[in-house]
């Protein structure tokens, strides 16, 4: 058996070794940057990214989980297409939220980071260019849909290029490190709304009060003694603050699905994964019916939908848009006919995103 002198002596020369093909990697990545420049190609390309993170975790037969084989890889492309130009990034802040956890595990760390005050102004940035690409939350497996990004997406010009599902831990974060004291709770609606049950059963008579960001909370809490913040561990992190109660979500799964957005002169539609949604929202007129022969198109090519929501349309009382995900990708021919018949009976018709599944 080596001594530990021995196995630091190694892991050194291990290192010296990595660093060197680290550094030719990153060559190679800046020679395809410099043709891609030439030819007007986008830098990104998340699922040439996704297909080769997807590769090397399939023939990983050392130590390392898939999970941080995906890890390291992600970071390693982000640091090689950040010597092109890093991505600016928005998303809803300020630092600490989940929205940016979401943001850097999609993009990894190394890029331009956008801390927008609200979701309207997230998808501003990506529909004005004062950002390459936005993150925003799209639904929650405890609360369901976030209704404000659904109404966005009608509007904006951008479309979603990608997907995440981001596995949400409530802490309870404060100055000190326990219970004792706290007259009042601050968080984002949505996450006092997953915590309510926990809230109730340990901190019953605290002011539960609502601010646009978690990571405001955990702000907040910075100032006041008496305030707790529910928050990720993150945030904790940068705000200095004790965490008095872990992972205080009502369930033990909670998780939030979050999309990426952009423009389609940024980043067309991904190419098919083998695994893909298609995500669209439509209309169709107020009558006796209608929502049944809506997903009739459906039936007739055997396209499988994944999500099916309403929001009243605000130009007329009493009629909807229909927000749905389908199974597939346009290129599918039995998908692009569903899509096709579905747009002749329907009085809106848009196509928010074609993108790959994420992992759960």
């Not at 080596?2 to 070794?17: F, G, H, M, P, S």
């Not at 009629?319 to 899509?339: K, R, T």
Request: hydrophobic share 40%; proline share 5%.
């Amino acid at each position: 058996m080596r001594t530990l002198l021995e196995l630091r002596d190694a892991i050194d020369a291990v290192d010296r070794q990595l660093l060197q093909l680290i550094n030719e990697r990153a060559e190679l990545a800046h020679e395809v940057g410099e043709l891609k420049k030439r030819d007007g190609s986008p830098i990104f390309r998340p699922d040439r990214e996704a297909a080769v993170i997807n590769k090397l975790q399939s023939i990983n037969t050392g130590r390392l989980s898939a999970h941080s084989i995906g890890h390291i890889w992600r970071e390693l492309m982000s640091a090689c297409r950040a010597l092109e130009a890093p991505q600016r990034v928005a998303y809803l802040g300020p630092v600490g939220t989940f929205s940016q956890e979401a943001a850097l595990s999609f993009f990894g760390t190394s890029i331009q980071e956008i801390p927008c005050a609200s979701l309207d102004e997230v998808f501003h940035a990506a529909a004005a260019g004062s950002a390459d690409f936005g993150v925003v939350p799209l639904e929650n497996s405890t609360e369901g849909v976030i209704t404000r990004s659904l109404d966005q997406l009608l509007n904006s010009p951008t479309h979603i290029i990608g997907e995440l599902s981001l596995v949400i831990r409530h802490h309870l974060l404060r100055q000190n490190p326990d219970l004792a004291g706290i007259d009042v709770v601050a968080a984002h609606p949505q996450a006092l709304a997953q915590c309510q049950e926990w809230l109730t059963r340990h901190l019953p008579d605290a002011e539960r009060h609502a601010v646009s960001s978690n990571a405001e909370g955990a702000r907040l809490a910075t100032e006041h003694a008496n305030w707790a913040a529910i928050a990720s561990e993150r945030a904790s992190s940068e705000y200095g603050l004790h965490i008095a109660a872990r992972a205080i979500q009502d369930q033990a799964h909670n998780r939030t699905r979050f999309g990426v957005i952009c423009l389609p002169q940024t980043l067309e539609a991904p190419a098919a994964s083998g695994k893909d949604c298609t995500s669209l929202v439509v209309s169709v007129p107020n009558r006796p019916g209608a929502v049944h022969d809506l997903l009739n198109p459906l039936k007739v090519h055997g396209v499988s939908m994944t999500r099916f929501e309403s929001r009243p349309a605000r130009s007329a009382q009493w009629e909807y848009f229909f927000y749905i995900d389908l199974d597939g990708h346009p290129s599918q021919p039995n998908v692009a006919a569903a899509l096709h018949d579905l747009q002749s009976l329907c009085g809106f018709f848009k196509i928010l995103g074609t993108f790959p599944v994420a992992e759960a």
